[in-house]
């Protein structure tokens, strides 16, 4: 099946570092989204990215979808102590239901 | 975005025992929900998807008899842990996708915090 894989499984950063997550599809991906989840928390939707090579911003994240839709990046320039949490990558690969095949996730620590 | 509650957050229960989740979107309507479950710092286990009005779609590995789903409507799925074991002790998620009216987003619950004594 498919698999989704998804370096570091830990980050610890000062404050004012960048930081970047990275995905690996098994698979050739329909859209990737990307998911963030705060400690003790449940996981919100950032992104999705569809289109190959597409690149996407917000704030201080960008977001990368490679040329052959099997990898992806999110990277975090000059990290603040509220980036902390988990950051999930989720591929889909089609099928009617839309179910999301989800990275082992990145959890990222800022020390201040 | 779209909010979907979940209940109870949190429930201790003995061994052998039947614990019932509920899933509820409260804002739109979710032809499909999905159910997770989340070891400490581990990653989201899709146990299966819950479609409106049909049978659910259980992933390899996951007892459907023991983890019972049901999808009644369009805005309410539930999940039970029959005949509960320590080993069922987990914290259990759901979510809800806009698909096929959105872009496929999933929106969690906040999620049930499941302890088996």
């Known amino acids: 099946g498919q698999q989704v894989m998804q370096i570091p499984q830990y980050q610890h950063v000062q404050e004012g570092e960048d930081f970047t997550t990275y995905c690996n599809s098994s698979?050739?991906?329909?859209?990737i989204q990307w998911y963030k989840q705060r400690p003790g928390g449940h996981p919100v939707f950032l992104i999705q990215?569809?289109?190959?090579?597409e690149v996407k911003k917000q704030k201080r994240l960008t977001f990368q979808f490679g040329e052959a839709k099997k990898n992806s990046s999110l990277h975090i320039t000059a990290t603040q102590t509220t980036d902390v949490g988990t950051y999930f990558c989720?591929?889909?690969?089609?099928?009617?239901?839309?179910?999301?095949?989800f990275g082992k996730g990145t959890l990222l620590t800022v020390n201040p | 975005g779209a909010v979907v509650s979940q209940h109870p957050s949190r429930v201790i229960c003995k061994s052998g025992t039947s614990v019932k989740i509920e899933c509820r979107s409260l804002?739109?309507?979710?032809?499909?929900m999905f159910w997770y479950r989340q070891f400490p710092k581990q990653s989201l286990m899709l146990m299966a998807t819950?479609?409106?009005?049909?049978?659910?779609?259980?992933e390899q590995g996951v007892e459907k008899d023991k983890f019972l789903i049901n999808h009644a409507s369009l805005t309410l799925s539930t999940l039970t842990v029959t005949s509960a074991h320590p080993e069922d002790s987990s914290f259990y998620i759901c979510?809800?996708?806009?698909?096929?009216?959105?872009?496929?987003?999933?929106?969690f619950g906040p999620g049930t915090r499941l302890t088996v004594l």
């Open positions: 979510s809800a996708s806009d698909w096929p009216s959105g872009r496929g987003e999933q929106f």
């Open positions: 990215l569809v289109k190959s090579g």
């Open positions: 804002d739109f309507q979710a032809t499909t």
């Open positions: 698979t050739t991906l329909s859209n």
């Open positions: 989720a591929g889909h690969s089609g099928g009617s239901n839309y179910k999301l095949t």
């Open positions: 819950s479609n409106e009005g049909s049978k659910a779609t259980y």
